[in-house]
């Protein structure tokens, strides 16, 4: 049966690439094909939008340019600052949060099996940094702390400023994971003292394929990708142009609406929130109640699967997840919903669902009204019998 509604609430997982961003886009892949690294008239204008586009990333963080490097992604970011950092520094011990995204939790455990010492702090149920535990783990000298700014999957967001002044304090180089937290979020890495920060386009409406890492001017970091004398020698790589200048256009767009974007955004979020606890029974929300992303919703579904509800909400029209893309293929327990003690109960149960620009009431609405009989659905055919337990939550 063909479904003429498509709801997409997967927007932690990618955005769409905005009109604006692909018309900045293309004539640099058809007129303006230049090497931005040629000596020429067409390298010429290559290397000037490749350096408005640095212009714009750093403005939205409030760094320098040349404290910008463009990447392959977020993925890439994250491994080149966590194994550089480490492999320049003699101090060979990092700390990560417990519930970073994978392309830092299997990075630092790379960096284990390559004779680094690995501790994770703490979070707590909300997901926010244990304060306490990051002193401690201080104790011991530390090269790098790495903690994302936002949660991907219940889209915890931490107090990045308090965090950063403690590793500032204590002399630690401090890095963060912005990627879901850049319109969210407003971030000033001179003011807040962070040392590297990760950023990726897909996640703000640009291209894919396409990062930052940002890292404070004079940090000793080692090169991860060897080649050509691209980025000052730091990371080489003929440059992806066209990415590059719709990643600049994304950044400059967010800039230029984050606000009025947010407050729209923030309304829908607490309205889906609300709607949700006053229609389904049993269901518990993962994450900070308003230390959250403006974007995300997160909730566990008692006594079912969390796949089981996104697969009936596909056949419905609508796209959510069971957490990140890149663990939606495995049915593996989340080790996010873990580190903030879900109990056995809801843990299989959560879904994600991460609201876009394009989100409207109506599209929540009509979620709310199909979430409502997939859960009830569901509910029958668990051989568990959960439903004294789910009328004593209502
Ligand atoms: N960090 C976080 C928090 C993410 O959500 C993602 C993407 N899911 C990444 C890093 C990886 O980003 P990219 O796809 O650009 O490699």
């Keep these: 049966m063909a479904i003429d509604r498509e709801v997409y609430l997967d927007n932690a997982a990618t955005t769409y690439c905005n009109g604006e961003v692909f018309y900045a886009m293309q004539p640099y892949f058809i007129t303006n094909y230049g090497n931005p690294n040629s000596l020429h008239q067409i390298g010429y204008t290559a290397r000037e939008a490749i350096e408005n586009a ?224 006053a229609k389904i029974p049993g269901v518990k929300l993962n994450g900070h109640r308003t230390q959250r992303l403006n974007n995300n919703v997160n909730f566990s579904f008692q006594g079912i699967s969390g796949e089981s509800i996104t697969a009936m909400l596909d056949t419905m029209g609508i796209c959510a997840s069971t957490g990140t893309a890149s663990t939606s293929e495995m049915l593996s327990r989340s080790y996010v919903l873990q580190a903030i003690g879900v109990n056995d109960d809801y843990i299989n149960g959560a879904v994600r669902f991460t609201l876009g620009r394009a989100t409207t009431k109506e599209d929540l609405d009509y979620t709310v009204a199909c979430l409502v009989n997939v859960v009830k659905k569901l509910r029958a055919l668990s051989p568990i019998n959960i439903k004294t337990e789910v009328s004593e939550n209502v």
């Design 54 to 277: 640095r212009a714009s990333v750093a403005k939205i963080i409030n760094a320098d340019p040349d404290e910008i490097y463009f990447t392959s992604g977020a993925t890439e970011a994250n491994n080149w600052v966590l194994k550089g950092i480490v492999a320049a520094s003699p101090i060979k011990r990092v700390l990560v949060s417990a519930i970073e995204h994978p392309s830092i939790t299997e990075t630092a455990r790379w960096l284990t099996e390559n004779g680094v010492e690995v501790d994770y702090i703490k979070v707590d149920e909300n997901g926010i940094i244990s304060i306490p535990d990051l002193l401690a783990k201080l104790s011991k000298p530390t090269c790098l702390v790495s903690v994302m700014t936002a949660n991907h999957e219940v889209g915890t967001v931490q107090y990045i400023n308090t965090i950063a002044n403690i590793c500032s304090k204590n002399n630690v180089y401090f890095h963060t994971d912005a990627t879901q937290a850049l319109e969210s979020v407003h971030i000033n890495v001179k003011e807040m003292q962070i040392t590297a920060l990760s950023l990726s386009g897909h996640k703000i409406y640009g291209p894919k394929g396409v990062g930052v890492l940002y890292l404070k001017r004079g940090t000793p970091i080692e090169t991860f990708i060897h080649g050509g004398y691209q980025e000052n020698g730091m990371r080489a790589g003929t440059y992806n142009l066209p990415a590059i200048v719709g990643l600049g256009k994304a950044v400059e767009i967010c800039m230029r609406d984050g606000n009025t974007n947010n407050t729209r955004m923030k309304q829908l979020r607490d309205y889906l929130i609300k709607e949700i606890e």
